[in-house]
């Protein structure tokens, strides 16, 4: 078997496309489109996201047939653990790959056109000049803040206190300090246990229940921040499925964090704010304004960022290959398959 991809990249953080040899997915929504791929053909997003042809940090895009009538096509976004909902860096090197492979008409100097994703419609705005495409930008689905300051008792922490909110996705936000970290001197090897016991514990604790879709109501993630004001650019590292770093500012999440500071009187409608990732890659966010919405206080906000073509090629999948289906790097040799056991 094989599969065809293409490979961008935004700020670092990869955008794996297949472009051949994934089965149609035939769901009545995007959803159900996403359910199949997980329940049908996961073996495949595990070849192309695993080793020994990804890396417990690749991301990909599996292209499907919109089912909004608006968007030019659908997508299904993909990582080391299964399928997020939504994807900022993704939809920004999508609107790349959009115009470079003639799936929308190139428009100078502003190339527009929606996508559908899990959490809903996209709308993209794609700078395009001399043949080139730019600056990215998209418009978020509503964001929300789900909960503010709750007190989570956090085993080797204590009591840390975070935000949750939505972006497409939702995630715990505060600043590292609530760890007893600092966000530049600890190693971030450290920050990642910390968000990632973060996100295990409210996970078990909390119930998170999206407005209008069910599929869409779980924790995605935590954002360890600085304590930057809302003047001034902003640091963050995003630490999501199962501890998988964003090596971009995380779209999403940065939807989600003016979303929050919007909340929080800290950013007004027209704000723009710019947030850098552990690459020292940018996104610009901005409010665009209240939207009605089933969950108070939703707003819409804009992204923009560039990416990145890589490369492109094909990978085989030898139905004889015992780690055809690929593999993660077990913590312990104890837990390789077959070895002995322990006493």
Do not use: W
Request: net charge negative.
């Amino acid at each position: 078997m094989r599969l065809a991809y293409i490979d961008y990249h935004t700020c670092g953080e990869p955008v794996r496309i297949v472009t051949s040899g994934y089965p149609e997915l035939t769901g009545a929504t995007i959803l159900e489109k996403r359910r199949q791929a997980r329940e049908l053909h996961d073996d495949l997003r595990r070849a192309m996201m695993l080793e020994p042809r990804g890396h417990d940090g690749m991301y990909g895009v599996i292209p499907v047939a919109a089912t909004a009538p608006e968007a030019a096509f659908g997508v299904l976004f993909t990582h080391n653990e299964g399928y997020s909902t939504m994807c900022g860096h993704a939809t920004i090197a999508l609107g790349h790959y959009a115009i470079d492979h003639g799936l929308v008409p190139a428009v100078e100097p502003v190339t527009r056109f929606a996508i559908e994703a899990p959490c809903g419609l996209l709308r993209l705005a794609c700078e395009f000049e001399g043949g080139r495409v730019g600056t990215v930008s998209f418009e978020s689905v509503p964001a929300f803040v789900e909960a503010r300051d709750l007190a989570v008792a956090l085993p080797g922490f204590g009591t840390v206190v975070t935000d949750i909110a939505y972006g497409g996705a939702y995630y715990c936000i505060l600043p590292a300090s609530r760890f007893g970290l600092d966000l530049f001197a600890t190693p971030v090897e450290e920050i990642v246990a910390a968000a990632g016991a973060l996100t295990d514990r409210v996970r078990a604790t909390r119930a998170i229940t999206h407005p209008t879709e069910p599929d869409l109501g779980f924790l995605y993630g935590t954002i360890v921040t600085d304590e930057a004001g809302p003047e001034a650019e902003s640091f963050n590292l995003c630490v999501f499925a199962e501890r998988q770093i964003d090596r971009s500012p995380t779209g999403s999440g940065v939807t989600a964090r003016m979303a929050l500071d919007h909340a929080r009187g800290l950013i007004p409608t027209g704000r723009s704010r710019s947030f850098r990732s552990i690459t020292g890659g940018a996104f610009t966010g901005t409010v665009v304004g209240p939207v009605e919405y089933p969950a108070a206080g939703a707003v819409t906000v804009t992204v923009a960022g560039t990416s990145h073509l890589a490369g492109e090629g094909s990978f085989v999948i030898e139905p004889d290959d015992p780690l055809r289906h690929g593999f993660a790097l077990p913590r312990r040799l104890a837990d390789i398959p077959g070895a002995p056991a322990q006493g």
